[in-house]
């Protein structure tokens, strides 16, 4: 089995409910949206098989893997998760939620985009929602999203630092109205890492 593979790399977790902890990055190719804030470049990559992938990361003394993108949804496969699995590898996914995740995941974070109908997801249950928020979006009521041990706003972050600034003050003001949600700031980029 092969993935199209855009980077791997080793880092901290930047964000969300896992935030701060060591991980092992594969990044995929391909997203199935066209994000106006997205800071990813997921295109173009290189064809892997599973197991040239686990020669890659076999080097990190961590045994998180995130499969982030673009959609890792769009290829990563039961199959895939269970070749991980069976090395020893705990597994978490970034996904945008328009398509179904495998139930062999460690750790599911939700991050609905666009005009998507949160109320009709298809992933019902994940371990956290991540809505990225500019100042002026509205927030929806969590009762309104999948069921989730964590719902985080976090604040898109600009290459214009008042922009920025104002995306952070309009989530903190909207977490203390809406206590359900927490702020997640992305801090691998306050702190410059990967």
Not at 106 to 117: E, I, L, N
Request: glycine share 8%; with cysteine; hydrophobic share 35%.
């Amino acid at each position: 089995m092969n993935l199209k593979v855009k980077e791997i790399f080793y880092s901290l977790q930047g964000e969300g409910g896992r935030q701060g902890e060591a991980s092992i990055f594969i990044r995929l190719s391909g997203c199935n949206l066209k994000c106006d804030f997205c800071d990813t470049d997921f295109s173009g990559g290189e064809t892997m098989e599973l197991s040239h992938i686990l020669s890659a990361i076999r080097k990190f003394p961590c045994r998180w893997i995130i499969w982030t993108g673009g959609e890792p949804a769009l290829q990563l496969t039961g199959e895939a998760i269970a070749f991980f699995k069976r090395e020893g590898y705990l597994q978490a996914i970034e996904s945008n939620g328009y398509f179904p995740l495998s139930g062999l995941l460690d750790y599911t974070v939700v991050s609905p985009k666009g005009k998507q109908d949160y109320a009709k997801t298809i992933n019902p249950n994940v371990d956290e929602v991540r809505l990225p928020v500019k100042k002026g979006d509205a927030i929806p009521d969590s009762g309104r999203l999948p069921e989730a041990k964590h719902y985080f706003l976090s604040p898109v972050f600009t290459n214009d630092a008042l922009v920025t600034k104002e995306n952070i003050d309009y989530c903190v003001e909207q977490v203390m109205l809406m206590p359900d949600w927490r702020l997640s700031l992305q801090i691998h980029k306050l702190i410059n890492i990967e």
